[in-house]
């Protein structure tokens, strides 16, 4: 049974209360539901559910110097959801995805990455690396719907295997899950550094490896 989003924000609040007080001080305040409106407005379809719960327990990180979530990305907040929407489906060629069609679709099942999907404007970001990379939303009425992706302008859009990507209850709940354990996620180990900021070290582990 999927553990909700609320339940994992708990585990996560609390954890972060004790261990890394700085981020947890950093945590925003909700959403309000005027502002979420207005970025489904902006990006012309409903948040799917997952989404909107969790941004309404906390709308992005006000600190950018923690790393909440593993892979050092930071969650974003409505409004700088529907801003780097913008400017991430300013990518998107639709006549070269078009001419791929379902080819790109079976390539992006089966080798897990795809360029030409990168700025899909039913990928919608909701949180972003100092790098510019994005962890994304998959928003489409396909068998993906739900998932949640990898980002970069180089790599293109990054279908991970590992369980974590499942879906954002799954998500959050595997990120609850390391922090409490203090076990690597994916090859990312949680840390809190001098300033009580939790943090992501990248450490790929024969008994955790890395898939993506």
């Not at 060629?93 to 080798?111: N, S, V």
């Not at 100092?130 to 993906?144: A, K, Q, S, T």
């Amino acid at each position: 049974m999927t553990v909700s989003i609320s339940e994992s924000w708990t585990r996560i609040e609390n954890w972060l209360s004790e261990n890394a007080s700085a981020t947890y001080s950093a945590l925003a305040p909700p959403a309000h539901p005027e502002d979420i409106a207005a970025t489904e407005r902006v990006i012309g379809q409903p948040l799917l559910k997952p989404l909107v719960i969790s941004l309404l327990r906390h709308d992005g990180l006000l600190d950018q110097r923690s790393s909440l979530l593993p892979g050092i990305y930071r969650p974003m907040s409505t409004g700088r959801i529907a801003a780097d929407w913008g400017l991430f489906t300013g990518f998107y060629d639709k006549h070269t995805a078009d001419e791929g069609g379902g080819e790109a679709e079976c390539d992006f099942m089966r080798i897990g990455g795809s360029r030409i999907l990168y700025g899909h404007p039913q990928l919608i970001p909701f949180a972003r690396d100092l790098g510019g990379g994005y962890l994304v939303l998959d928003h489409r009425p396909e068998i993906d719907r739900g998932r949640v992706h990898e980002a970069e302008v180089t790599e293109g859009i990054m279908r991970g295997s590992h369980d974590m990507w499942s879906s954002l209850p799954v998500f959050m709940d595997s990120v609850a899950t390391a922090l409490e354990t203090n076990q690597p996620l994916n090859g990312n180990m949680p840390v809190v550094d001098e300033e009580h900021r939790l943090q992501w070290d990248f450490i790929p582990l024969s008994s955790d490896r890395t898939v993506r």
